[in-house]
Each structure stands twice: as structure tokens, then as C-alpha cells.
């Protein structure tokens, strides 16, 4: 990475940092995500304990435990470490894609394009430069986000039961592996539709196709399906390298000077 880049990586985090309107966004998602709903589901499991018996399926199909745990705290151990990752994931790809969006489309609005366009930066570098900018503030999103969730959790889980829960191995490779890649895979296929894309919200439109997958894994985490593991992860996050090598190599694709001015 050169100083242009890098300048032009800082130009943008500033630009959305004090956006209000954007700046709203990246903190009210991850909060309800990361703080409400985890906090939802630990009152529930503890305040109504008739609720665990919805979670009796996915616990007859994880690994039998000894009897060192009691099912309360074996219920809440497969909320934190089964159920909170799919939706965890939500907030770096939200994150970033809501920078991603207004890279190239919010140039165009603000009509300083033709001036990012006359930089000494190649159509390659300015690509990768708006991607490098939509990771670096959905990866510190995301970083915080899980932070606080594990914070708050924790103490509530330990007002409530007297107890704590142990974070899986699951979580280090979500947070060291799977958030980043995916944050990449989404933020390059997003710069792409700004590029494409006459206004932010066009772009945003696009960026929603995203969720998908994820809810995928929503589903089958509350139907049974389908559990996070350790080896499902990793599997996932050799995929997503793949993936985020190619679109970083070909960040620009085919477009030109006069594609992008369109």
C-alpha cells in the first residue's frame, strides 16, 4: 500500500465517521444484535425455565457432557457458542457494507469522482483502497461489538446464576478467520454495485442479498439442522480466503475511467 492509498483509505473513514445518518446506523445494529438480543435470551432462559425445553433438540444433538454442568447452564452455553455466531456475523458484513455502499456512489453525489479519478492511483489501487477502508471500520465495529456482547453477557449470566460461561473455540476462529473474510467477500462485492450503482441507496439495496447466507445459518442453528462447529468454521474460512483472493486481485474487474463516470 502506498501513501495515496492510505490517504484516500483515511479520507473515507472520516467521511463516514461524521456522517451522522451512517454513524447511527453502525451503532444502533450491532447494539441490538450483540447487547439486546443476547440479553433477550438470557431472561428468558432464566426467568422461565420452561423455555429450555424449545432447546432440548439441539442439545440431544451436541456432544454428551458430563454431568459437571446442569442443562441451564449447558442451555446458555449453546446460546452463546451455537446461536449468537449467525447473528454475530451480521455486524461486520452490515458494518462494512454500509461503507462499501457510498465508495464510489457517494463520490458521485458529492462530484468529487472526476477528481479521485485524475489522482496518480490506478483503477486497481482505488478499488482496493475503498475495500481496505470499508474492512477497517467493519472489523473495529465488530471487534467492539463482540467485546461488549461477551461484557454484558457474562454479567448478566453471573447475576443471574451466580455462574459464567466459557466462550467456545468457536469464537476465536469466527472472530480471527470467518469476520474477516466474510467482511471482505462483502465489502468487494459491494464496492462493485456502488460502482455500478446512480445513488447510495441503490447500492445499499443490493448490499442486503448479502444477509442470506447468514440467515441460512440461522435457520438451521433453531431447526437443528445444521450446528456450528470448530470444523465447519475452518472449512468455511478456507473457502472465504479463496474467495477474497481472487476478488482482491481483481478488484477492478472490467471497469474503465468511463464506466465508472457514467
Do not use: C
Amino acid at each position: 500500500m502506498n501513501n495515496g492509498q492510505f490517504a484516500l483509505i483515511k479520507k473515507d473513514i472520516r467521511s463516514i465517521t461524521s456522517n451522522k445518518q451512517i454513524f447511527a446506523v453502525l451503532l444502533i445494529v450491532p447494539l441490538v444484535l450483540t447487547i439486546v438480543l443476547p440479553s433477550i435470551f438470557v431472561l428468558v432462559l432464566t426467568q422461565a425455565p420452561d423455555a429450555a425445553s424449545d432447546f432440548q433438540k439441539l442439545l440431544d444433538m451436541m456432544p454428551v457432557t458430563d454431568g459437571e454442568y446442569s442443562q441451564q447452564q449447558r442451555i446458555l452455553g449453546l446460546i452463546l457458542n451455537n446461536i449468537m455466531p449467525p447473528f454475530f456475523l451480521i455486524v461486520p458484513i452490515m458494518a462494512s457494507s454500509v461503507m462499501a455502499a457510498s465508495s464510489f456512489v457517494g463520490e458521485k453525489e458529492k462530484h468529487t469522482l472526476e477528481t479521485l479519478l485524475y489522482s496518480p492511483l490506478s483503477l486497481r489501487q482505488l478499488f482496493q483502497s475503498k475495500i481496505l477502508a470499508g474492512f477497517s471500520v467493519g472489523m473495529m465495529v465488530s471487534y467492539i461489538s463482540f467485546a461488549a456482547m461477551l461484557l454484558v453477557v457474562e454479567v448478566e449470566v453471573f447475576f443471574l446464576t451466580g455462574n459464567l460461561i466459557i466462550p467456545g473455540i468457536s469464537w476465536l476462529i469466527i472472530m480471527l478467520l470467518i469476520a474477516p473474510t466474510f467482511s471482505l467477500v462483502a465489502i468487494a462485492v459491494t464496492v462493485r454495485s456502488s460502482a455500478k450503482a446512480k445513488t447510495i441507496e441503490e447500492a445499499q439495496q443490493r448490499a442486503v442479498f448479502l444477509i442470506f447466507p447468514i440467515l441460512a445459518l440461522v435457520i438451521g442453528q433453531f431447526t437443528g439442522i445444521l450446528l456450528i462447529n470448530s470444523w465447519l468454521l475452518l472449512g468455511l474460512g478456507a473457502v472465504l480466503v479463496v474467495l477474497d483472493v481472487l476478488l482482491m486481485r481483481n478488484a477492478a474487474g472490467n471497469f474503465t475511467y468511463e464506466k465508472l463516470l457514467k
